[in-house]
């Protein structure tokens, strides 16, 4: 048999690897891909450039003075190279120290991110499977996709992950509706990844496949752009933060002009009798009005009347951005979407009622199988502390101090060790330079990291991994119908070890190797999860190959069910014989539960509740900045790649600027600016675009952070943004809720570091 192409699966696709010499010289998209991503090619030129981690690497001041010293150099100081011996020693011996003198809840292995596609290569797995072999760690909970409805959305329907799995299909929108409610738009950039590893990008087709069978998009976002140009959508663009507001007043004219479906409310909901009399206005004086929330968002009110009339005179789907929830107070817009979606009556028939982002991911509203793949056994964690992952800040800053979440009161454990593999901090979280300060705080960070981002920057022990294309492993997931091998491209760089091998050894350091390889190799690990895959995938009516066919093929792809998804159908067709996992069973438009957590920033119902910035408040910064997903990298993933790199205005991120708020400062194309608020500030080049709503500027994430004092050169919009819970409830990130201001830079502009290596001893020292 002819040997085949080398595959390797990633979050942003698959692709054919050509290599020369030992070395990678293109990414080849997949054939079966019929919109592939253009990320992937991004990595060629960085596996072995001047990002490259090639050896263990220790902060000076930390290897010559011990745990804890000079945490504030973190960022700043010189590195260290050390042989894999010594790294193993000093980790196992911080681990010991901390285990023995503070215990393991010292340890926080939050270590939040998208890794790397691989069922066995996948560097949190890893991470948490060693310590809790070690004794358990300090967790986290929830995302910063979208923790607002992550804990909000069980108390309405039970679950949300359970749902978002299953948001009714592509075609069942394209042959079922009329009209497609797009809160935040289906932003197709967003819809090139998906976790775990892509075959075929259909959110393109999709969004076509409905327009052309007749279905009008509305895209209620302050970007034009977040629904593609070809369909031809109406575009809405209320002010930020203020969907919440938008949807009542149309759940308002609903109610006011006996538009909605009572038979469906009396069914299938409770409490709306509470939501009813907050929209009339009866608990607070203020009815929701369609003027009310045209007052706040910005709008015409005529705009909202008619919206809400041809929802309800039409087989209408609405759809939630999860940028929605990433906002102060975001529990409310997806609840409150819930409540419009229900009193419409829609929920559970073909094509209609509510999906949860279309776009947001590639598999949101894929026609696929659900199978549960195996993944690598990560073991029991004995330490019960954890925080909500937008927390890391206060849990830093704040040791012993209580906190809510979810009807409950905990308390930020104490940290001295921190361990981030597969992610990178740097670049989730809010207020940078705050955080920055705060990491400073515990005596020891680790990081396995593969290039020299801002996160390997801040660590005191770096861990150099390999990427995929320097290791076998397997892409087996549900959310794309290809499961694909991953073959290893090309031999490590340097020393640089797999995530696997790097806790092997530490294992083999502190005497239980064999407990954590179960003395099995990465292969025999590999074909052992096939197996047991294999095994469920039969249970759900789907034939894998066999591990040989499947190695020897290089993907393996699962037929289509028979039936499109319809979100809920079944409760829909028989609420009694399918209930919901809510305390009545039904959709709870009131939660009892959550009122009875008496929590004055998120009540029982949907509501409006004031930003803690928005530009109805604007007082010294009257610009609103988005900072929502690149177009060209994953996250930060591959910021530093040709890709990534072309897409910048004087090698800075570029910010998308409205012709009125730049003629208004003087600005044009291509100028560099400082963006600006009270707690720090970025360079970034302007583009100008009637496209984007006046007095709001798009920034997206991912570029690198690059401090220089408070402020970051490469353009990160992190260190502009709140870091405050959404609430009490879910304690989610609120980066959507940002008031800066723009101003051109005046004098020479300061290098752009951070993509290069940071200042290593010479060898001679």
Not at 144 to 165: C, D, K, M, Q, W
Not at 208 to 236: C, K, Q, T, Y
Not at 275 to 286: I, M, N, S, V
Not at 538 to 547: D, H, K, M
Request: net charge negative; hydrophobic share 40%; glycine share 10%.
């Amino acid at each position: 048999m002819a040997p085949r192409d080398i595959l390797t699966s990633t979050h942003w696709g698959t692709y054919r690897v050509e290599r020369s010499d030992g070395r990678v010289t293109a990414l080849h998209p997949f054939e079966k891909d019929p919109d592939p991503s253009p990320i992937g090619p991004g990595i060629v030129d960085v596996l072995d450039g001047p990002t490259r981690i090639t050896a263990p690497m220790v902060r000076e001041s930390w290897l010559r003075d011990g745990p804890g010293a000079r945490g504030d150099l973190r960022g700043s100081d010189r590195f260290v190279e050390v042989s894999w011996e010594t790294a193993n020693r000093l980790v196992a011996d911080e681990i010991t120290r901390v285990r023995r003198d503070h215990g393991n809840a010292a340890i926080y292995a939050g270590s939040y991110g998208w890794a790397s596609a691989g069922r066995f290569h996948h560097a949190q797995g890893q991470l948490k499977r060693f310590l809790n072999l070690a004794g358990g760690f300090t967790s986290s909970v929830n995302t910063y996709s979208y923790a607002a409805a992550e804990v909000i959305v069980p108390h309405v329907l039970g679950s949300f992950r359970g749902h978002l799995e299953r948001t009714t299909s592509w075609r069942s929108v394209a042959e079922n509706a009329d009209l497609l409610v797009a809160f935040g738009g289906v932003p197709l950039k967003n819809g090139q990844i998906s976790q775990g590893g892509l075959g075929a990008h259909v959110q393109r087709s999709g969004v076509a496949a409905a327009h052309a069978a007749g279905v009008r998009f509305v895209n209620i976002s302050p970007l034009r752009s977040d629904v593609m140009a070809a369909v031809g959508a109406e575009w809405i663009a209320p002010r930020p933060s203020t969907d919440a507001a938008m949807m009542l007043g149309l759940a308002h004219v609903l109610l006011n002009e006996d538009l909605h479906d009572q038979a469906f409310l009396d069914r299938y909901c409770v409490g709306f009798d509470r939501f009813a009399a907050y929209l009339r206005g009866e608990t607070d004086g203020t009815p929701k009005t369609a003027a009310w929330a045209a007052d706040i968002c910005g709008l015409h009110e005529d705009a909202l009347r008619d919206l809400a009339r041809r929802m309800a005179a039409s087989r209408t789907m609405i759809s939630v951005s999860w940028s929605l929830t990433r906002q102060d107070h975001g529990e409310q817009p997806f609840w409150a979407a819930i409540a419009l979606a229900s009193m419409l009556g829609q929920i559970g028939l073909p094509g209609t009622g509510i999906g949860f982002g279309y776009s947001a991911m590639n598999y949101v509203g894929q026609t696929r199988r659900h199978v549960d793949y195996a993944a690598l056994p990560q073991g029991r964690n004995p330490v019960g502390s954890f925080i909500p992952v937008a927390r890391i800040t206060d849990m830093l800053e704040n040791p012993g101090a209580a906190f809510d979440y979810n009807g409950r009161r905990y308390t930020y454990p104490d940290i001295r060790l921190v361990w981030w593999a597969g992610g990178n901090p740097f670049h989730h979280h809010q207020d940078l330079n705050r955080m920055r300060r705060a990491w400073a705080r515990p005596e020891t960070i680790i990081a396995n990291e593969w290039c020299w981002n801002s996160h390997a920057r801040h660590a005191d022990i770096v861990l150099p991994c390999t990427t995929t294309l320097e290791r076998s492993d397997i892409a087996l997931t549900s959310k794309d119908p290809f499961q694909v091998v991953m073959d290893a491209a090309i031999a490590p760089v340097g020393a640089a070890r797999s995530d696997h091998d790097i806790f092997r050894g530490l294992a083999a350091e502190l005497g239980f190797e064999a407990q954590f390889t179960e003395n099995r190799s990465p292969e025999d690990w590999q074909k052992w999860l096939y197996d047991i895959s294999r095994q469920s995938a039969a249970r759900a009516g789907v034939s894998l190959p066999e591990w040989d066919r499947f190695q020897a093929d290089g993907y393996a792809e699962v037929p289509a069910p028979e039936r499109e998804t319809v979100l809920l159908e079944a409760f829909r067709a028989d609420p009694e014989a399918h209930p919901l996992a809510t305390p009545s069973g039904r959709i709870e438009i009131f939660s009892q539960t959550v009122d009875g957590f008496g929590y004055d920033d998120c009540p029982g119902h949907p509501a409006w509740m004031e930003p803690l910035e928005w530009l109805g408040r604007t007082k010294d910064y009257p610009l609103h900045m988005i900072s929502n997903q690149p177009r060209m990298k994953l996250h930060s993933q591959l910021d530093h790649g040709s890709v990534s790199r072309a897409d910048r205005v004087a090698m800075r991120a570029p910010v998308i600027v409205h012709p009125d708020d730049a003629a208004a400062r003087g600005l044009r194309d291509g100028d560099v600016v400082r963006v600006f608020n009270g707690r720090g500030a970025c360079l970034a080049g302007v583009r100008v675009s009637d496209e984007i709503r006046p007095g709001v500027i798009q920034l997206e994430t991912g570029a690198w952070y690059d401090p220089l004092g408070d402020t970051c050169v490469h353009g990160n919009p992190n260190v502009l943004t709140p870091d405050k819970g959404t609430s009490k409830l879910a304690q989610g990130p609120i980066a959507h809720s940002c008031l800066v201001e723009i101003a051109r830079h005046e004098g020479p502009l300061p290098p752009v570091t951070v993509h290069g290596a940071p200042p290593l001893v010479p060898q001679a020292e």
